[in-house]
């Protein structure tokens, strides 16, 4: 874990060391207070975020934090005690709105005007006696900005790195959630996706990342790409804490203006009970698919033996499976492109109708892409816009051809995708690699991973998690664990078994790149 006699802020490490479990013990016996922790992991943020190492994944600090936390404490001398998180810290992605904080999806258009409120999940956090420590980098628009790009790049934050090695990318777009998590600047972070953005980065920084089903979370107050597919979830750098932080993301009751979320069935609770390392009973597929398997050999290696500790775990391994991953990306950029032209369009107007337009934000995409030509700090050069233009392009959600893109998405990656083969196999949950290890940062050819196994999942709208379990050379790479909708307990179950089993905890070591030569 972070934090050993190596670590660069030595002062701060033993709260870095600290999951959520082990800090709450600490909390309910008075051992430590919220405001030691919280203290301690604000001036961990200053010495290896903004000097030392420089990651880079915090974007801005809450000022009120160490207040927050002193007022927590003092309902826990009172008694008063919310809960398994009551005092407990997080880092939240920047496109997910915060008062006074802000929300700029990376981009210079919307920062200095924070939200007039926090969005629904964030309320959600604060009731649960959470201390919101800052707000975390990401790639910009979650990057669905332009091609080339460069994962954790954005233009209010920069590149956030890699703890693991400095010059290597951090995934994106949850790129300041992931790496902040494994550097302990905070025990848990919260990250969006759309397709990737939660799964990459998990892998790439080697913490644990999940996706939950579209609409178990709030997606009140998140800057939007695509309604069909975006989620908020949890990060940390063990399933046991990504369970306690679900507990609290999906406990919100349904809201009728997101269908998603209007459909899901009764909340679930007790995801952390089922971590109980026993997998018998349940059969899990190994989706061995032209681009899952045989992109890098070494992280072959390492999926194979997780998948051996699932089967000394108790459970059934159906090997092959191959009617999964076929076909997913002809109409995915044609719904994508749609849905955010039309969620953007709906929240800015939102956001500028709560303070009477006086943040002078920008009221639709038009004006972000013009926003984005007359300033040079948008590094068009670096990070283009042809997405967000495609995306300007579009006709609305009436539109025949997009109607025909979601339903074929819809068809591909359930009824003839995951559901088909879970149904006709029996499964409980699919696995293979998440991806390669994490690949260099490169502002001038973009990002270099080869494919990867979080798209089927992300397109249905259904759960999907990257658990880390092992490292090539220092970097950790993870396996992707994925399921029909709902079944984010399951899937924790799995993870936590095979986390049991493989013992591999990621320890960041802050080097300035990887070099095998002499």
């Not at 809450?62 to 927050?68: H, M």
């Not at 959470?130 to 669905?144: Q, Y």
């Not at 995306?391 to 339903?407: F, N, V």
Request: proline residues 7%; glycine residues 12%.
């Amino acid at each position: 874990m972070p934090g050993t006699k190596d670590d660069p802020h030595a002062a701060s490490a033993e709260f870095a060391r600290l999951g959520v479990g082990e800090l709450s013990r600490l909390l309910a016996d008075g051992t430590t207070t919220s405001f030691e922790a919280t203290a301690a992991l604000l001036e961990r943020v200053e010495a290896i975020d903004r000097s030392g190492p420089q990651l880079r994944s915090v974007l801005r600090l809450n000022d009120a934090a160490a207040d927050e936390a002193s007022a927590l404490d003092a309902e826990r001398r009172l008694g008063q005690v919310r809960g398994p998180l009551h005092g407990v810290p997080v880092l939240v992605k920047d496109n997910i709105d915060t008062a006074r904080l802000g929300a700029t999806a990376g981009s210079i258009a919307l920062d200095g005007a924070p939200p007039a409120a926090d969005a629904r999940l964030v309320t959600q956090l604060r009731e649960a006696g959470m201390v919101i420590l800052g707000k975390t980098n990401l790639s910009e628009w979650a990057n669905f900005r332009g091609r080339p790009s460069s994962s954790g790049w954005s233009g209010v934050g920069n590149q956030t790195r890699n703890p693991f090695a400095l010059n290597r990318s951090p995934g994106g777009s949850s790129a300041g959630s992931a790496a902040g998590a494994a550097a302990g600047l905070a025990p848990l972070a919260v990250g969006t996706e759309t397709d990737g953005s939660i799964l990459c980065p998990a892998a790439a920084c080697g913490v644990v990342g999940l996706k939950p089903t579209v609409g178990l979370v709030s997606r009140s107050g998140i800057i939007p790409i695509s309604v069909s597919q975006d989620t908020a979830g949890p990060m940390a750098r063990s399933v046991a804490d990504v369970a306690l932080l679900l507990e609290v993301l999906g406990a919100a009751p349904a809201d009728p203006s997101d269908p998603a979320m209007a459909a899901r069935p009764a909340p679930v609770g007790g995801y952390l009970g089922g971590l109980s390392g026993d997998l018998r009973g349940l059969r899990i597929g190994v989706a061995r698919v032209e681009g899952y398997f045989g992109n890098h050999p070494a992280t072959d290696v390492l999926v194979e033996n997780a998948i051996s500790a699932l089967r000394e775990a108790g459970a059934d391994v159906v090997d092959p499976v191959t009617e999964v991953g076929v076909g997913l990306h002809g109409d995915e950029m044609t719904v994508l492109c749609t849905e955010f032209k039309a969620g953007l369009n709906d929240y800015l107007r939102r956001r500028r109708a709560s303070d009477g337009g006086a943040s002078g934000l920008p009221r639709s995409l038009e004006e972000v892409i013009a926003f984005n030509k007359a300033n040079a700090d948008e590094r068009l050069d670096l990070f283009p816009q042809d997405v967000l233009e495609r995306a300007a392009a579009t006709i609305g959600l009436q539109d025949p051809a997009y109607r025909r893109a979601l339903e074929a998405n819809h068809r591909r990656t359930r009824a003839d995708g995951i559901d088909a083969a879970c149904g006709r196999l029996r499964l409980d949950a699919l696995v293979a690699p998440t991806m390669g290890p994490a690949w260099t940062i490169d502002h001038v050819n973009g990002d270099g991973h080869a494919r990867a196994a979080w798209s089927e999942a992300a397109i249905a709208g259904y759960p999907s998690l990257s658990l880390p379990v092992g490292e090539v050379h220092g970097l950790p790479v993870g396996l992707a664990i994925w399921g029909p909708a709902w079944t984010e307990a399951t899937l924790l179950r799995i993870a936590a078994a095979a986390e049991r089993q493989i013992a591999y905890r990621p320890l960041p070591s802050y080097r300035p790149s990887v070099s095998l030569l002499s």
